[in-house]
């Protein structure tokens, strides 16, 4: 593939000496840039107000209209360019002035031609980085918040509508479902969303850290505290000051450690491992869990108080089973995703591959569908995604598309019912949103029958 060469920065020279203009111009052309001139302010702003440039190199001193003004008007237009101010009559009050006007830098005349280069090289530097500055806030975004929750199901409306209402408290939230359906994308939604998002957002995953480590990485530690302690250590809730702190599988901590999050959780304030002084701390902690915590705590597996002060708030996540009619909006959206991050063209999904997404129960919920999802962009060599791609577990369960077989490829009546039932109770879910009970009423059988046939196609 041919790379495409980059444009050259574009500058304007603005200056009453028209020999200066052209020394200028032609030092910069010869640097790589692409220089224009401009006599003085008034027609300096006419060509910006018609062309785009990366840099204004101007003069101070000149008739009509002087460099101060025409860097005021800059500013007041909301002009996007970069202004390095020129004057053989320069001071340190001078520039400082034109520092606070707007302008980037100021040099003073006579200079050198490499003084020139210098600031603008400078200028260019700091350009990129705010570009990409800018870039990462906004891949923050696309990551945080609603951006990357995919959702036109009735469920997940009502979730992120509740999810709006509570962001801006410091309330606890415990969200509640299956692996793989997205309780964290819920919990940087709440954070991303609400007064708190240029704070801190700290996720730890209490299954993941050994029990005798957890305490240390929540409160931290000072030192000599335990063996390897060989200095103090701010821990989690430390860190997550202000912000939001998202505790995943809490259902996995330890009893032992339940009582000290919520003593922490009650008084607000933490003590580190091995230290005698308690500091308070501001976070607001959300929580997740694929486990039942109510049964878990009347088993007494889980501390129940800690239950209660945990599902203040509490939010429900649906499997994807139940939000089949996002399977079309997920697909699209993964494709599109996979297919820029590994520079393919998939912008579409065979019959045969629809029947078998639409089919299989995804027990991994979306995380499972991504997944799969990125493992069969990977594989295409076309802009077709076709059901070959997918993985067996996905394709072996997959309905017979009901149009080919009434097409005459089989003669099978037992396969063809099978197959237009699950395509009936597909888009008759899909019509009503997930809810079971109206399929069922739509499909004029009863709601028993319905549950049925859905686990006997593994459909839920």
């Keep these: 593939m041919a790379r495409v060469a980059e444009a050259k920065k574009r500058i304007l020279i603005v200056d009453d000496e028209e020999n200066l203009r052209h020394l200028l111009s032609l030092l910069l052309r010869k640097q790589g840039y692409a220089p224009e001139s401009a006599a003085d302010g008034a027609e300096a702003l006419e060509k910006l107000s018609e062309n785009s440039f990366d840099f204004v190199l101007s003069d101070i001193l000149m008739p009509k209209m002087d460099g101060r003004a025409m860097l005021g008007e800059i500013v007041a237009r909301k002009i996007e360019t ?25 040099i003073s005349k006579p200079f050198k031609n490499d003084e020139i280069v210098l600031v603008l090289k400078k200028a260019e530097e700091r350009e990129r980085l705010k570009e990409e500055n800018r870039r990462l806030k906004q891949e923050m975004l696309r990551e945080s918040g609603f951006a990357d929750i995919i959702s036109r199901n009735r469920q997940m409306q009502e979730i992120f509508s509740l999810v709006k209402k509570v962001c801006d ?49 929540l409160f931290g530690h000072v030192k000599g505290a335990f063996t390897d302690a060989v200095s103090d250590k701010a821990g989690l809730f430390e860190q997550a000051d202000g912000g939001t702190l998202f505790l995943d599988e809490i259902g996995e901590m330890p009893l032992s450690l339940q009582v000290k999050l919520l003593r922490v959780l009650q008084g607000e304030e933490i003590k580190r491992v091995g230290g005698s002084n308690s500091k308070k701390v501001d976070v607001r902690v959300v929580s997740a869990t694929s486990r039942n915590l109510e049964d878990d705590a009347a088993a007494g597996r889980f501390r129940e108080d800690l ?33 820029q991050k590994f520079d393919k063209m998939v912008s579409s999904v065979s019959p045969d591959a629809a029947m078998a997404i639409n089919a299989y129960a995804w027990p991994g919920n979306v995380r499972e569908l991504e997944n799969a999802l990125e493992r069969a962009v990977i594989l295409s060599e076309g802009d077709l995604l076709t059901a070959g791609l997918l993985p067996e577990r996905v394709t072996g369960r997959a309905s017979i598309d009901p149009v080919r077989m009434l097409a005459g490829e089989s003669l099978s009546i037992r396969q063809s019912g099978e197959a237009m039932e699950r395509e009936l109770i597909r888009r008759a879910l899909e019509s009503t949103g997930g809810n079971r009970t109206h399929a069922a009423k739509v499909l004029e059988i009863s709601l028993r029958s319905l549950l049925y046939k859905l686990k006997e196609y593994g459909m839920g």
């Design 169 to 217: 408290f410091k309330t606890t939230v415990l969200i509640t479902g299956e692996s793989g359906t997205g309780k964290e994308l819920i919990a940087r939604a709440i954070h991303f969303e609400g007064v708190r998002k240029n704070a801190p957002f700290v996720a730890v995953n209490c299954a993941a850290i050994p029990e005798n480590l957890l305490e240390s990485e």
């Design 82 to 106: 970069t202004v390095i101010m020129m004057s053989a009559y320069g001071t340190i009050d001078t520039a400082i002035e034109c520092m606070k006007l707007g302008a980037y830098d100021f």
């Design 307 to 339: 239950f209660f002060r945990l599902n203040v708030f509490a939010l429900s996540l649906p499997p994807l089973r139940e939000r089949l009619d996002d399977l079309p909006l997920l697909t699209e959206h993964f494709l599109s995703r996979f297919s």
